[in-house]
């Protein structure tokens, strides 16, 4: 009886106990009150003391308050440790002043201190970088009565500083602001999105103008003249008669991941959209601070400020410096493969800003460009150099006089090389093509204090700008006006210089003008690829070159062009831009330093045929008839009359995707294994209804079936696995592929040496695209026989190529093509019995372009060939087909690969056989 009586006793203890929890717990959700707090958030950043005051309304024992933030204890926050690579370092959250009551009441009052998240106020490198935006948010600072479950508590936000806004922030931010300065004043602001991110987020960009009239007098009178006859804006500034005008001043960022270059956008427009005067100091020469005031509304006469928060929101929501893609976008600027990028640049070329600036980070010098050599021939460098420094400087002086900063790097004046404006893949440098004074501006840290570095650099920027406007314009003019002129000035250079810092100026060869006359486009049998023809039309279009088409035929140095021949006049204000992507490129190989890859080259990256005229005005003259372009006129598919099968060369990619179209809706289709009447090796033979299905949404080179040719049925889709590069993916999904995994795969594609020797030894076929890939495949010894060569993996070139027209996976390739490299690889022995595809022609003029330092190893050298371990087929390439989805026109030699793979494995056989034959004579 005693036991059970203590049981009881026991239990309802146990219940009462249980009860009270409950109670406190449900207290704890329903029971809230404020506390005082001295700031409202924290950084990631910044150590930061927090006092705070609140009041149970009694006296309570201190010892029995809980105190949490978020769903745990104080004591549960930790801070990284980089050793253990996780949280379990010193406690973040502590009491400077243990809480306490204040004299004669009831009031509870402490001191917390937020130390160093990551143990340092700069959150830049990679390592920290992936880790830290898990924890911004906001967080309830909460205070328990143990014995009474009584909770007070209050929202506190932790932040990397106290500016960073998330995606989802920035377009009420944004709102907020322009609300708040219409209410203040009637200055112009007017939001758009460029376009959509692949996963379908806005590009936020805001105009703000003195007024809406300004923006179109610039838009509709001051740009047009500028580009069409600067010379006559030269004299009205000259004699004083030009009256009020405005320029437009860009702010850009294109890696979110460097998050300044975000947030130090929303602060400017802050102050130019609220404030009548913004004060910060400079540096002066001196090494003395100086005060400056900005009166925003005499600003507004001279300026338009325009404001891209990012070309990249996918990459801000997931804080990465490449698109949901995978591409650095910052690579993209001349290529323009993607979406986000095609809007940008557009907007870029409809303003030709006069001073565009591409936040960034981080490097530690406190960077602003310009850049060192080598120097794009295209640029109109002297006309740029000299206020590109002057503004680098008015940005490095504010920047650092309202920083913890206490200097800042040029690379033009401060680095020997390394840090080049070569190619225009870059924002700010493809900017200069349009006489913008470009700068790429890298800040050291993430912090707030490169955030204030950031805003003051961009302050620093628009005083130069403003105390400078005419000066600066008639410079732009200048530039402008040498395009429409067509002058080759040899001013520039004294700036194009070697590696040993001799001029060697721009590359003329025999001609007396670095730029041709015209470009032409012909769209007649002479063109290789008429679709990425009118693609290219449509590019200049795009970024503002002016394209005009011939309306009847003409006839110059002996050549006759048809009617509808594209034409690119080169006496235009953007042909250094247009020159930049239609000329052959140069051979910077005797460089030891370079920063990227500077061969962009769109004819024979993209594969069509492009002409120099260089007879002045040859389509001005008498009888002469031509129309200026304001859209393209794509090639339509032309059908035979007859009712039989049907051949689609394969020509260009459109007839990559058409057959995939096809087979992967059940459609049969055929490959020819021998030349026929008008068509070739490796193209492809469909039914008409089939065909009739599919013509409209592809251009496609369509010829009738000879009924005596050889033809072999492909299998059903290839299942097509990537274990290579986000660019590869996005190619071969551009195509059409079906992607899998590498288990489901019928073939494996891989440009980053991911090589898994037992999977191709099971029997999946596989591609290696680059050095990485070759290396990889050495050093698994797959292949007896094989071995490759290389100078560094980030050497690039153009090179020309002896192509094997006889193999069916070159089908659609002249004898002699040009491939690009940009792996520094060639093959050195090649398996016995395996069929070359291609080698470097082993002529002196093999090298058309790129940064090749020992390039001279790869003369003669073979580039791809085939082979087979059992029933797996196994092609190496050490020209890289995909890069950045530029070289368009060695995407076929990708896709005859994988669609021709079952095709190959006979052909193979049969040469095998006939081999035989041969050797027994």
């Not at 490129?585 to 460089?591: A, E, F, L, P, R």
């Not at 551009?734 to 019928?746: C, H, K, N, R, W």
């Amino acid at each position: 009886m005693k036991l059970r009586s203590l049981l009881i006793t026991f239990l309802s203890a146990w219940m009462i106990v249980a009860y009270a929890t409950q109670v406190q717990e449900a207290q704890a959700e329903t029971v809230e009150e404020t506390i005082s707090t001295s700031i409202s958030m924290v950084s990631m950043t910044e150590k930061r003391e927090m006092e705070i005051s609140f009041d149970f309304g009694e006296k309570v024992d201190l010892d029995e308050l809980e105190w949490t933030f978020g769903d745990k204890r104080l004591e549960e926050w930790k801070m990284y440790n980089a050793k253990d690579k996780g949280y379990t370092g010193a406690q973040l959250i502590t009491f400077s002043e243990a809480p306490s009551y204040v004299e004669g009441s009831t009031t509870v009052k402490a001191t917390l201190e937020f130390d160093l998240l990551y143990g340092t106020n700069n959150l830049a490198p990679r390592s920290i970088r992936v880790l830290y935006p898990e924890f911004i948010g906001d967080y309830k600072l909460s205070v328990m009565n143990k014995n009474t479950g009584e909770v007070l508590s209050k929202q506190i936000t932790y932040n990397v500083y106290d500016e960073y806004l998330t995606y989802d922030q920035l377009k009420p931010e944004l709102d907020n602001i322009t609300e708040e300065a219409n209410a203040l004043n009637d200055r112009f602001i007017e939001y758009k999105s460029l376009g959509q991110s692949y996963e379908g987020r806005e590009i936020h960009f805001i105009t703000l103008a003195k007024n809406q009239e300004a923006v179109d007098k610039y838009l509709n009178q001051t740009l047009p003249e500028a580009l069409e006859n600067p010379a006559s804006l030269l004299k009205k500034i000259e004699d004083g008669t030009i009256g009020d005008y405005q320029v437009p001043i860009w702010f850009n960022n294109i890696h979110p991941d460097e998050v300044e270059g975000v947030d130090a956008q929303v602060e400017l427009l802050r102050m130019l959209a609220e404030d009548d005067e913004i004060t910060f100091n400079v540096v002066n020469e001196q090494g003395e601070e100086e005060e400056i005031i900005l009166d925003v509304k005499e600003a507004l006469d001279h300026a338009i400020f325009l404001f891209n928060f990012t070309n990249n929101p996918d990459g801000r929501v997931h804080n990465t410096r490449a698109n949901s893609n995978g591409f650095d976008l910052n690579r993209d600027n001349a290529y323009q493969t993607q979406q986000e990028t095609v809007v940008v640049t557009e907007e870029i070329a409809k303003w030709s800003p006069l001073s565009f600036l591409d936040l960034h980070g981080y490097v530690s010098d406190f960077l602003i460009e310009p850049c060192t050599p080598p120097h794009n021939p295209n640029f109109e460098f002297d006309l740029l150099i000299d206020n590109m420094l002057n503004q680098a400087h008015a940005m490095g002086q504010a920047g650092i006089a309202n920083s913890d900063y206490d200097s800042y790097a040029i690379p033009y004046l401060d680095y020997e090389n390394g840090w080049d404006d070569m190619t225009p893949a870059y924002t700010a440098i493809y900017s200069m093509l349009h006489g913008s004074l470009g700068h790429t501006i890298e800040v050291p840290g993430l912090n707030q204090q490169s955030l204030y570095a950031m805003v003051h650099a961009g302050l620093g920027a628009i005083n130069f700008v403003l105390e400078n406007k005419d000066e600066l314009f008639t410079q732009q003019l200048e530039l402008f006006k040498r395009g429409v002129e067509g002058e080759d000035n040899r001013a520039v250079d004294e700036h194009l210089v070697n590696q040993e810092g001799i001029a060697i100026g721009r590359d003329r060869g025999e001609n007396a003008n670095f730029f041709p006359d015209y470009y032409v486009l012909p769209m007649h049998d002479l063109q290789k690829n008429k679709w990425e023809a009118a693609e290219m039309v449509d590019y200049l279009l795009r970024n503002g070159v002016k394209v005009e088409r011939t309306t009847s035929a003409v006839k110059v140095a002996g050549v006759t062009y048809p009617k509808g021949t594209y034409l690119v006049p080169m006496k235009q204000a953007k042909r250094g831009f247009a020159n930049a992507v239609l000329y052959k490129g140069d051979d910077i190989s005797d460089w030891n330093n370079m920063y990227d890859a500077i061969v962009v080259n769109f004819p024979d990256l993209r594969g069509f045929t492009v002409e120099e005229i260089r007879v002045p005005d040859a389509f001005a003259g008498v009888g002469t008839e031509v129309t200026e372009v304001t859209e393209v006129a794509y090639p339509q598919t032309e059908m035979p009359k007859n009712k039989g099968h049907y051949v689609i060369k394969n020509s260009n990619n459109e007839a990559v995707k058409a057959v995939n179209e096809l087979l992967q809706a059940g459609k049969e289709v055929s490959v020819t294994t021998a030349n026929g009447n008008g068509y070739n090796k490796g193209d492809y033979v469909v039914k008409r209804n089939d065909l009739l299905s599919i013509k409209d949404d592809y251009y496609l080179e369509v010829v009738e079936l000879d009924n005596k040719s050889r033809v072999e049925k492909l299998k059903a889709a290839p299942k097509v696995a990537v274990v290579g590069s986000g660019v590869s993916l996005f190619v071969l999904k551009q195509l059409g592929f079906e992607i899998t995994s590498v288990e489901e795969a019928d073939i494996i594609v891989d440009d980053s040496g991911r090589f898994d020797k037992e999977t191709i030894l099971a029997g999946k076929s596989y591609i290696g695209i680059g050095g990485r890939a070759l290396n990889s495949v050495q050093q698994a010894n797959l292949l007896e026989g094989f071995s490759f060569a290389r100078t560094n993996f980030y050497h690039e070139g153009l090179l020309k190529t002896s192509v094997n027209a006889d193999s069916i996976l070159t089908s659609g390739y002249s004898a002699e093509e040009k491939f690009y490299h940009t792996t520094g690889s060639w093959i050195t022995g090649v398996p016995a019995g395996a069929e070359v595809l291609a080698q470097v022609v082993d002529t002196g003029d093999y090298f058309v372009a790129g940064w090749w330092p020992g390039k001279e190893q790869v003369q003669g050298q073979v580039t791809a060939f085939t082979t087979t371990i059992d029933e797996a087929n196994i092609t190496l390439f050490a020209n890289d087909l995909v890069f950045r989805a530029h070289t368009e026109h060695s995407y076929r030699l990708l896709a005859n690969a994988i669609l021709l793979d079952e095709v190959q494995g006979k052909q193979k056989g049969k040469d095998k056989g006939k081999g035989k034959e041969k050797n027994g004579r």
